[in-house]
Nanobody
């Protein structure tokens, strides 16, 4: 499975972006898909997860602002990001859970200006 992220960009604080992650193969068999991010000089961190049945989990830093969703028929995972903050600036990646990681995609850059 190859993962291709898109939808990043430059946005002012308080703005919104919607990220997409298109998988080349089927993701419906992958139970957990997630969005990760890596800020400059920082380790990659998990920000949101969604199980095949639709249950979601979020990091405290994005809870209430980000929404993860998946379309198994389209092999796509989304991340709706609202009320963006400068500290959300990072490269965003999608992948399975840590125990079942796929090859990482190139990510999509999100820059939030204050």
């Amino acid at each position: 499975v190859q993962l291709v992220e898109s939808g990043g960009g430059l946005v002012q604080a308080g703005g919104s972006l919607r990220l997409s992650c298109k998988a080349s193969g089927r993701i419906f068999s992958i139970n957990v898909m997630g969005w990760y991010r890596q800020a400059p000089g920082m380790q990659r961190e998990l920000v949101a997860q969604i199980l095949r049945g639709g249950v979601t989990n979020y990091a405290d830093s994005v809870k209430g602002r980000f929404t993860i969703s998946r379309d198994n028929a389209e092999n796509t995972v989304y991340l709706q990001m609202n009320s963006l903050k400068p500290e959300d600036t990072a490269v965003y990646y999608c992948n399975a859970d840590y125990s079942n990681l796929l090859p990482w995609g190139q990510g999509t850059q999100v820059i939030v200006s204050s």
